[in-house]
């Protein structure tokens, strides 16, 4: 089954307001929580991630927050930009060299 | 930005053939991956290295694909005999055992 799950295959939002994009995973072992963030035709890039012994970590207009008993974590992007358009994914790992897991992706369209 | 480099990045062979396609990590990151990326983003992991070792790899992998991670020379990975169903997006990313950093990939077209 699928261990990382990403809710909403697309959303759309105006510019400049504050979006939140969900992520549930089943795997307890889980350790690392990341977001990446995807271009068509161009391979992932790191936006922002967080080990599980924190529950929260902000970097300027992203901020991820991890949920580990409800096992959930999410990003958070205030004051979105058209280039913030973008498939986003979530992925999760148990840490060390283990391989990630990644979400389905949830297709961002920030309108002007 | 990652420091991943992949090449060639585009690959085209006829089935049966031998696809090879070539990762240099980050400097100092001892953990290779290789994932598969197909059109609809999923992404499938294929093997991963720390140092030369293989540290785990899926059943097709073990089959039908080689990969090496020699010292002081790129990663590979090669698939032995291509198949239509081969065609994806073949992603190289490195980690210094905590962020991964993707290169920009291969995309390999099997005609």
């Known amino acids: 089954g699928q261990q990382v799950k990403q809710s909403s295959p697309s959303l759309t939002v105006q510019e400049g307001g504050i979006l939140i994009l969900n992520c549930d995973y089943e795997?307890?072992?889980?350790?690392?929580f990341a977001w990446y963030k995807k271009y068509p035709d161009n391979s992932p890039t790191l936006l922002i991630s967080?080990?599980?012994?924190?529950d929260k970590r902000e970097d300027g207009r992203f901020t991820v927050f991890l949920n580990k008993s409800g096992k959930h974590f999410s990003l958070h992007i205030t004051a979105s930009q058209p280039e913030d358009t973008a498939v986003y994914l979530c992925?999760?790992?148990?840490?060390?060299?283990?391989?990630?897991?990644f979400g389905e992706g949830t297709k961002l369209t920030v309108s002007s | 930005n990652s420091k991943v480099i992949q090449t060639p990045r585009y690959l085209v062979k006829g089935q049966g053939q031998k696809a090879k396609m070539r990762c240099i990590p980050e400097?100092?990151?001892?953990?290779v991956f290789w994932y598969q990326q197909n059109k609809n983003n999923e992404f499938k992991f294929l093997i991963n290295?720390?140092?030369?070792?293989?540290?785990?790899q899926i059943d097709m992998t073990e089959k039908r694909f080689s990969a090496e991670c020699p010292s002081n020379s790129p990663c590979s990975l090669e698939i032995q005999s291509s198949e239509a169903g081969d065609s994806a997006l073949y992603l190289c990313?490195?980690?210094?055992?905590?962020?991964?950093?993707f290169g920009p990939g291969t995309r390999l077209t099997v005609l």
């Open positions: 795997n307890d072992m889980f350790d690392y």
């Open positions: 990313a490195s980690s210094g055992f905590a962020e991964q950093f």
């Open positions: 967080v080990r599980s012994n924190v």
């Open positions: 290295f720390q140092n030369q070792e293989v540290l785990q």
């Open positions: 400097k100092g990151h001892p953990v």
């Open positions: 992925a999760a790992d148990q840490g060390g060299s283990a391989k990630l897991i």
